[in-house]
């Protein structure tokens, strides 16, 4: 995170800090929760600091950085109540261990991204950017937090002992290769590193060979030739992790569209049930809200980073391609029938799709028409 926007940061935080000291003099935190705004009870000299192990899947770059910012401010806005221990990727546990880490409590949070989980959990390829879905990080808010994808996350995340606390944005991912990609048709026979579920089905009916990979391995797989196209995240990352010393060429959608596969691709803050069991009321309305705070912060983060990594990228040599419309309208007929069969993969995965389809077959969206799904239906609606 650059100074300026840490310091925007911190100044908020210190705000907030003042505010809730202010109305515990004036009418104590009670009153303070029952008027509608934070509070949270500042430790005292007795009680003890409760610390969350956290891990990230990031491996490096921007993302890391702000992650362990935010993480290591955490005690201070809480008066020591509180506080998150940050490690990195693969620091404790591999990416894809982390379910299984939080939930036998080997650490007490994970910051994944979400769609890691298509395997154990089929709705949660709904929980993040699929392809061709919904495609701004407005409407996956209004989709998480008006729409009631929040409490069926919660719920389903519950079922296995963990608290899910919300989504977390970072921007659009994008596709590094040792070959051009110019249209869809450039997909075949190429070996692919992507992040699996729905989107692996994507690239496959389009001809790739695809593989799974956590984001720390890409570089290496791609400097021994075992892939030569990888999805990874955005600019400022991919470049950190030098990914421009290994591929020659960059590949998105048409301009206004950086990726069609995860044009929002998420990422969350899950937590162990008895660690957030065990937070007072006032704590759990304070992560909340410092998580949805902390996501607005890590997205903006990200993208003024992006828009320096994409002057590096061209310094390096990194030649930008970007596919028609015509290849979206290709890529779109592959994705449908995609969006059903995991949909229809049980009955969670349909209600939670069934909340997104009508959003965008509404007139708020229209991306999706009663022609483009003819023939498809959920077996669970």
């Given at each position: 995170m650059k100074t300026d926007a840490k310091n925007q940061y911190n100044r908020q935080a210190v705000g907030r800090r003042k505010f809730i000291k202010g109305a515990i003099a004036a009418g104590g935190a009670a009153g303070l929760v029952a008027s509608g705004n934070l509070g949270f009870n500042i430790r005292t000299a007795k009680a003890a600091t409760k610390t969350w192990k956290i891990q990230t899947s990031w491996p490096g770059g921007i993302g890391?950085?702000?992650?362990?910012?935010?993480?290591?401010?955490?005690?201070?806005?809480?008066?020591?109540?509180?506080?998150?221990?940050?490690?990195?990727?693969?620091?404790?546990?591999?990416?894809?261990?982390?379910?299984?880490?939080?939930?036998?409590?080997?650490?007490?949070?994970?910051?994944?991204?979400?769609?890691?989980?298509?395997?154990?959990?089929?709705?949660?390829?709904?929980?993040?950017?699929?392809?061709?879905?919904?495609?701004?990080?407005?409407?996956?808010?209004?989709?998480?937090?008006?729409?009631?994808?929040?409490?069926?996350?919660?719920?389903?995340?519950?079922?296995?002992?963990?608290?899910?606390?919300?989504?977390?944005?970072?921007?659009?991912?994008?596709?590094?290769?040792?070959?051009?990609?110019?249209?869809?048709?450039?997909?075949?026979?190429?070996?692919?590193?992507?992040?699996?579920?729905?989107?692996?089905?994507?690239?496959?009916?389009?001809?790739?060979?695809?593989?799974?990979?956590?984001?720390?391995?890409?570089?290496?797989?791609?400097?021994?030739?075992?892939?030569?196209?990888?999805?990874?995240?955005?600019?400022?990352?991919?470049?950190?992790?030098?990914?421009?010393?290994?591929?020659?060429?960059i590949s998105m959608g048409p301009p206004g569209f950086m990726s069609i596969y995860q044009p929002v691709d998420l990422m969350d803050l899950t937590v162990g049930m008895k660690p957030w069991n065990a937070l007072s009321p006032q704590m759990k309305q304070f992560v909340e809200l410092e998580v949805h705070s902390y996501s607005d912060h890590h997205f903006a983060g990200i993208q003024k980073a992006d828009q320096e990594a994409w002057k590096k990228f061209e310094e390096a040599g990194t030649i930008v391609t970007r596919l028609s419309q015509e290849d979206v309208d290709k890529f779109t007929r592959i994705a449908i029938p995609r969006w059903f069969a995991w949909a229809n993969k049980d009955k969670d995965a349909a209600r939670v799709f069934k909340i997104q389809l009508d959003y965008m077959m509404s007139g708020s969206l229209g991306y999706v028409t009663k022609d483009m799904i003819k023939g498809h239906r959920l077996k669970f609606a």
């Amino acid at each position: 995170m650059k100074t300026d926007a840490k310091n925007q940061y911190n100044r908020q935080a210190v705000g907030r800090r003042k505010f809730i000291k202010g109305a515990i003099a004036a009418g104590g935190a009670a009153g303070l929760v029952a008027s509608g705004n934070l509070g949270f009870n500042i430790r005292t000299a007795k009680a003890a600091t409760k610390t969350w192990k956290i891990q990230t899947s990031w491996p490096g770059g921007i993302g890391l950085k702000i992650f362990k910012d935010w993480c290591n401010g955490i005690a201070d806005k809480t008066g020591g109540e509180l506080a998150f221990k940050p490690f990195g990727a693969k620091d404790v546990v591999g990416d894809f261990q982390l379910f299984d880490a939080v939930r036998n409590g080997v650490i007490e949070g994970m910051n994944p991204f979400t769609l890691y989980w298509a395997g154990r959990m089929p709705a949660s390829v709904f929980f993040s950017s699929y392809p061709l879905g919904l495609r701004t990080e407005g409407e996956w808010d209004v989709f998480f937090y008006a729409l009631g994808g929040r409490e069926i996350a919660r719920e389903l995340f519950a079922k296995v002992g963990m608290f899910y606390v919300g989504h977390i944005h970072h921007g659009p991912n994008i596709i590094h290769s040792k070959v051009p990609i110019r249209s869809i048709e450039d997909f075949r026979g190429r070996k692919m590193r992507v992040p699996g579920g729905m989107v692996a089905e994507l690239f496959q009916g389009a001809g790739a060979k695809t593989t799974l990979l956590p984001g720390g391995e890409i570089f290496a797989a791609l400097e021994k030739g075992t892939i030569d196209v990888a999805d990874y995240v955005g600019p400022a990352i991919n470049y950190a992790l030098g990914f421009h010393q290994v591929t020659k060429y960059i590949s998105m959608g048409p301009p206004g569209f950086m990726s069609i596969y995860q044009p929002v691709d998420l990422m969350d803050l899950t937590v162990g049930m008895k660690p957030w069991n065990a937070l007072s009321p006032q704590m759990k309305q304070f992560v909340e809200l410092e998580v949805h705070s902390y996501s607005d912060h890590h997205f903006a983060g990200i993208q003024k980073a992006d828009q320096e990594a994409w002057k590096k990228f061209e310094e390096a040599g990194t030649i930008v391609t970007r596919l028609s419309q015509e290849d979206v309208d290709k890529f779109t007929r592959i994705a449908i029938p995609r969006w059903f069969a995991w949909a229809n993969k049980d009955k969670d995965a349909a209600r939670v799709f069934k909340i997104q389809l009508d959003y965008m077959m509404s007139g708020s969206l229209g991306y999706v028409t009663k022609d483009m799904i003819k023939g498809h239906r959920l077996k669970f609606a």
